[in-house]
């Protein structure tokens, strides 16, 4: 075992101990032991436990301890260290600039327990205010996060929007040429990406090396038609090279999934597909034009065959947003800041404010004074920006055993509710589905919010029956919200096609904590239409009077 080992590990056990308030000066002898280990000239693991004990600065406890951990690859009182404290937290302490006193911070009093919520909570910003921290840290440690995302070569769709659609761009110039398509998982929307596919409608010269490290790729591997390559940032990209005549096809063979090529090849046998476009070669297989989003090999050429695919919605179709935060609680901006953003930039007519309820100390929810309070400055707003509207509601957390945070009193006094789950996430699927049902069965409950919790990347959602679920808000008129955030997107684009069969409304709700955020809704739509939402099935492609009546009505029920 190296030196270098035996110091982090120890490194690690001090940390672990200061984190569980341990005696002050076994904290410090075990870290000022680590750094002697690391600045040895030898290799300690050679000596036996009596020359260890005789290294200046360890001494018997310190020894014993590395003595164990060379023999059996364990230090005990590491172990039930490690066995007390969450493994996003172990994580957390990877991360530059966060020591013991700041992850204690986090997990105690922010009650986050792992690096996806920590990176979520520096998008909130949510850091800012807690002891200990301020901007230029929260900052940090978000590079950090992403600097780590960025080298296991995953993306979010929304990191690497920008780079594509520049990268698109630069190889257009370079290459003299505006006959190149982003393809693959991209075009497909998936709302995580771990490679770049472009078509390339161009021959591969001795000069397409230098062209491409001109445009910031580097080779790796090269063909007669593929060249792959590797960016500065960790993204993978492949190009794919071909001819006019078969521009058509491989625009179908490199978008979809490998599944939807192999089904729609079996409809083109002896068709004739050279010089044919996309829309003609679906055209040559007898079914209507499939649009990249839906081309997983699922269930789109059912569809197809019975002519009835979805029209997919836009994002010119959203009428307003709902669940959105405030300063009343965690938010960046102002109510009345929010509120004309929305009217003046992006031209909507209303919004849904949702602020955290009571139970979400850590995000300063709103107690009930506090409640009527932000009623009152709404009721002042609404008179002051007529004829836009801001809708009074909540974002009430779902109690353990799946009731709301508030009385059915204070509940009533909301236009709207969107219940969700914040805490308490470790639970077996019955007990989480039996949570989130008993919630949708509230008869004030408006939209179930984020339905799984997930944070893509780096935590799974907590484990519920979908279908049971789904059933549960079809048979209680209950939304259900896509989380347009691009860390959560969440409805699964893969349920949301069960929810329209089932006749469920879905909501598209950019979770914005400051004006920036409502453009998530971008990347909310992108995601619905993967599901294969038509604007008739979301909430909030209803003009204002609309929503005003079915928030009405469900009141009523």
Same mark, same amino acid.
């Given at each position: 075992?190296?030196?270098?080992?035996?110091?982090?590990?120890?490194?690690?056990?001090?940390?672990?101990?200061?984190?569980?308030?341990?005696?002050?000066?076994?904290?410090?002898?075990?870290?000022?032991?680590?750094?002697?280990? $690391?600045? /040895?000239?030898? =290799?300690?693991?050679? #000596? @036996?436990? *009596?020359? !260890? %004990?005789?290294? $200046?600065? /360890?001494?018997? =406890?310190?020894?014993? #301890? @590395?003595? *164990?951990? !060379? %023999?059996?690859?364990?230090?005990?009182?590491? =172990?039930?260290?490690?066995?007390?404290?969450?493994?996003?937290?172990?994580?957390?302490?990877?991360?530059?600039?966060?020591?013991?006193?700041?992850?204690?911070?986090?997990?105690?009093?922010?009650?986050?327990?792992?690096?996806?919520?920590?990176?979520?909570?520096?998008?909130?910003?949510?850091?800012?205010?807690?002891?200990?921290?301020?901007?230029?840290?929260?900052?940090?440690?978000?590079?950090?996060?992403?600097?780590?995302?960025?080298?296991?070569?995953?993306?979010?769709?929304?990191?690497?929007?920008?780079?594509?659609?520049?990268?698109?761009?630069?190889?257009?110039?370079?290459?003299?040429?505006?006959?190149?398509?982003?393809?693959?998982?991209?075009?497909?929307?998936?709302?995580?990406?771990?490679?770049?596919?472009?078509?390339?409608?161009?021959?591969?010269?001795?000069?397409?090396?230098?062209?491409?490290?001109?445009?910031?790729?580097?080779?790796?591997?090269?063909?007669?038609?593929?060249?792959?390559?590797?960016?500065?940032?960790?993204?993978?990209?492949?190009?794919?090279?071909?001819?006019?005549?078969?521009?058509?096809?491989?625009?179908?063979?490199?978008?979809?999934?490998?599944?939807?090529?192999?089904?729609?090849?079996?409809?083109?046998?002896?068709?004739?597909?050279?010089?044919?476009?996309?829309?003609?070669?679906?055209?040559?297989?007898?079914?209507?034009?499939?649009?990249?989003?839906?081309?997983?090999?699922?269930?789109?050429?059912?569809?197809?065959?019975?002519?009835?695919?979805?029209?997919?919605?836009?994002?010119?179709?959203?009428?307003?947003?709902?669940?959105?935060?405030?300063?009343?609680?965690?938010?960046?901006?102002?109510?009345?800041?929010?509120?004309?953003?929305?009217?003046?930039?992006?031209?909507?007519?209303?919004?849904?404010?949702?602020?955290?309820?009571?139970?979400?100390?850590?995000?300063?929810?709103?107690?009930?004074?506090?409640?009527?309070?932000?009623?009152?400055?709404?009721?002042?707003?609404?008179?002051?920006?007529?004829?836009?509207?801001?809708?009074?509601?909540?974002?009430?957390?779902?109690?353990?055993?799946?009731?709301?945070?508030?009385?059915?009193?204070?509940?009533?006094?909301?236009?709207?509710?969107?219940?969700?789950?914040?805490?308490?996430?470790?639970?077996?699927?019955?007990?989480?589905?039996?949570?989130?049902?008993?919630?949708?069965?509230?008869?004030?409950?408006?939209?179930?919010?984020?339905?799984?919790?997930?944070?893509?990347?780096?935590?799974?959602?907590?484990?519920?029956?979908?279908?049971?679920?789904?059933?549960?808000?079809?048979?209680?008129?209950?939304?259900?919200?896509?989380?347009?955030?691009?860390?959560?997107?969440?409805?699964?684009?893969?349920?949301?096609?069960?929810?329209?069969?089932?006749?469920?409304?879905?909501?598209?709700?950019?979770?914005?904590?400051?004006?920036?955020?409502?453009?998530?809704?971008?990347?909310?739509?992108?995601?619905?239409?993967?599901?294969?939402?038509?604007?008739?099935?979301?909430?909030?492609?209803?003009?204002?009077?609309?929503?005003?009546?079915?928030?009405?009505?469900?009141?009523?029920?």
């Amino acid at each position: 075992m190296e030196n270098k080992t035996i110091a982090r590990t120890l490194r690690l056990l001090s940390q672990l101990m200061e984190l569980h308030n341990e005696n002050p000066f076994k904290v410090k002898t075990i870290a000022n032991a680590a750094f002697k280990v $690391d600045k /040895l000239p030898y =290799s300690i693991s050679n #000596k @036996i436990l *009596a020359e !260890i %004990e005789q290294i $200046d600065g /360890l001494g018997k =406890s310190t020894a014993a #301890k @590395i003595w *164990a951990l !060379i %023999e059996t690859n364990s230090i005990p009182e590491l =172990s039930d260290l490690l066995a007390q404290t969450p493994p996003g937290i172990v994580e957390m302490m990877r991360i530059k600039g966060l020591g013991p006193k700041k992850i204690t911070v986090i997990w105690k009093d922010l009650e986050i327990e792992n690096v996806g919520e920590l990176y979520y909570a520096c998008n909130e910003n949510r850091l800012v205010e807690a002891k200990g921290f301020g901007l230029k840290t929260q900052e940090e440690i978000k590079k950090v996060i992403e600097f780590n995302m960025a080298s296991n070569g995953r993306f979010l769709y929304a990191r690497i929007d920008n780079f594509a659609e520049n990268l698109l761009q630069n190889l257009k110039n370079h290459l003299s040429t505006q006959e190149i398509f982003l393809t693959g998982q991209y075009r497909r929307r998936c709302e995580v990406i771990d490679l770049l596919d472009i078509l390339i409608v161009h021959t591969i010269s001795s000069e397409t090396s230098a062209i491409l490290a001109n445009a910031g790729l580097i080779v790796s591997v090269q063909n007669e038609n593929i060249i792959e390559c590797e960016t500065e940032f960790g993204i993978n990209v492949k190009l794919v090279f071909c001819s006019s005549e078969t521009l058509g096809w491989q625009m179908i063979l490199q978008t979809g999934s490998r599944e939807h090529a192999d089904e729609l090849a079996l409809k083109l046998v002896n068709a004739g597909i050279s010089g044919k476009s996309e829309q003609e070669i679906y055209q040559l297989a007898g079914i209507p034009f499939i649009e990249p989003e839906l081309r997983e090999g699922i269930n789109e050429f059912e569809l197809a065959a019975a002519y009835k695919l979805p029209s997919l919605i836009l994002y010119s179709d959203l009428k307003g947003t709902l669940h959105n935060h405030s300063t009343w609680s965690d938010g960046i901006h102002t109510l009345e800041e929010m509120a004309v953003f929305c009217k003046d930039e992006l031209k909507l007519s209303y919004l849904g404010i949702c602020d955290h309820s009571k139970s979400a100390f850590y995000a300063n929810g709103l107690n009930e004074i506090r409640v009527a309070a932000q009623h009152r400055e709404i009721e002042e707003l609404n008179i002051r920006h007529a004829p836009f509207h801001i809708f009074k509601g909540i974002e009430s957390d779902i109690l353990y055993d799946g009731s709301l945070d508030y009385s059915n009193e204070v509940l009533a006094t909301f236009d709207f509710v969107v219940a969700s789950v914040h805490s308490i996430l470790k639970m077996s699927e019955e007990k989480a589905t039996d949570r989130l049902i008993k919630a949708i069965e509230n008869p004030f409950t408006t939209i179930l919010g984020h339905p799984t919790g997930r944070l893509l990347l780096s935590r799974s959602g907590y484990p519920i029956d979908h279908r049971k679920v789904i059933d549960a808000c079809a048979a209680n008129n209950v939304v259900i919200e896509i989380n347009a955030n691009p860390l959560r997107l969440d409805l699964d684009w893969r349920w949301q096609h069960y929810a329209v069969q089932k006749g469920v409304l879905l909501s598209i709700n950019p979770d914005a904590h400051r004006k920036e955020g409502f453009y998530d809704m971008h990347y909310g739509t992108l995601i619905a239409r993967k599901g294969g939402i038509s604007k008739d099935n979301c909430l909030n492609t209803l003009d204002l009077e609309q929503v005003k009546e079915l928030f009405r009505r469900r009141k009523l029920n």
